[in-house]
């Protein structure tokens, strides 16, 4: 679609301009800042009560604009209550911030106005939100614990070995003591870290950089991790349970909103994170393209176990589909909790486990030749 210019008439651009710092180049450097997600959850809801008291698009975005503290969304609200006033239905309007209303959102818009029911289009789409970000929340907040124990644990190992041990070396060669092998192997492992502790330090943290970097980019290195994290033991079921709840929820909240199969799949395709996904995606929307049902290339890909296929059979037969893909969301969301409160209690004395025989290893080699000093000093 052809993008729309905007009119530049001066009695209309002057207020902004002089606001701004003068043209379009400062209005879209201001909205280069980042908008939370939540603030744009709340201006749905919002924005779906006003729709459904039946206060106008445009008037409705400028009460939203009014209320809404200085900032990069308050910009953005002024552009859509320009737009929208020109004459730009509200979902192109969105399109052009496509950072912060996705295609999905304003697929939806877009799918609201078309069938005129954009307060409940807006309401499903505020559900959505609520819940996504809910889901995502319990997932986050299940990694706090253990990634806090273990960056905590490897800082004050990291502490021990480079100044710690260096000083009960000094202490064991002033004595001229035959070290134990497991001593003489701590210390050779903290020599190693204070003289090149560019390399030890430093090439994880590059590895670590490269890793990431390579993981934002598309290729046979992120297309690899991401298969490799649907393999691994416990944890693979947790991600493929989570892959299959967010497609659930988010291609069921699009037929909902009464956007076409395929135009669907290509949204839910877009939005994922996870390469294997979207191409099991690509296929089942190749094949469903060709004339087939849902059903079965959902479980041709097997990225979706037999509940999920059967249930999406029925939802086709009896017309209810999106009514079906809800519930998988529902239902797969909360094994993805179970599996994540059981994969903690499994992994927290794991954790213990390992820190207990780490700092075992260290205080049993430093103090094996102390105790020899000290039988020695009480033979003199």
Do not use: C
Not at 13 to 36: E, I, L, S, W
Not at 39 to 66: C, H, R, W
Not at 305 to 316: F, P, R, S
Request: aromatic share 8%.
């Amino acid at each position: 679609m052809a993008k729309r210019i905007r009119r530049t008439s001066a009695p209309t651009q002057a207020p902004r301009t002089a606001a701004g710092g003068g043209g379009a180049q400062p209005k879209a450097g201001r909205r280069r800042g980042r908008v939370a997600g939540q603030l744009v959850t709340d201006f749905t809801v919002q924005l779906a009560t006003l729709s459904e008291a039946g206060i106008p698009v445009v008037k409705s975005l400028s009460i939203l604009e009014g209320q809404t503290k200085a900032g990069p969304f308050k910009t953005l609200l002024g552009d859509l209550v320009e737009d929208v006033s020109g004459g730009t239905p509200l979902s192109e309007a969105m399109a052009k911030h496509e950072r912060v209303f996705d295609e999905l959102y304003t697929s939806m818009v877009r799918a609201g106005e078309a069938g005129g029911v954009l307060d409940t289009i807006l309401n499903r789409l505020a559900t959505f939100r609520e819940k996504a970000a809910e889901f995502r929340a319990k997932v986050k907040g299940a990694m706090i614990y253990p990634t806090v124990i273990f960056v905590v644990a490897v800082a004050v190992m990291s502490a021990v070995i480079v100044f710690v041990i260096p000083r009960f070396e000094e202490i064991f060669a002033s004595f001229s003591v035959d070290l134990p092998r497991m001593t003489q192997v701590l210390l050779d492992i903290s020599r190693f870290a204070v003289d090149y502790w560019y390399l030890v330090f430093g090439l994880p943290a590059l590895l670590v950089l490269g890793h990431f970097l390579l993981m934002g980019r598309p290729g046979g290195y992120r297309y690899f991790f991401h298969k490799l994290g649907l393999k691994l033991p416990v944890m693979g079921s947790v991600v493929s349970a989570s892959l299959v709840a967010g497609f659930s929820r988010t291609f069921g909240t699009l037929i909902q909103a009464g956007v076409p199969h395929l135009d669907a799949l290509e949204i839910v395709r877009d939005s994922t994170g996870n390469d294997v996904l979207r191409e099991g995606i690509e296929h089942v929307r190749r094949t469903v393209r060709e004339g087939e049902g849902l059903a079965r290339p959902m479980g041709a890909t097997g990225l979706f176990d037999d509940l999920v296929v059967n249930m999406v059979d029925v939802g086709e037969e009896t017309g209810e589909l999106d009514r079906m893909l809800v519930k998988v969301a529902d239902a797969y969301e909360k094994q993805v909790d179970r599996k994540i409160e059981a994969l903690f209690k499994l992994l927290e004395p794991l954790l213990l486990i390992i820190i207990s025989t780490m700092v075992g290893f260290i205080v049993v080699a430093l103090f094996m030749p102390l105790l020899g000093i000290m039988s020695e000093l009480g033979n003199m």
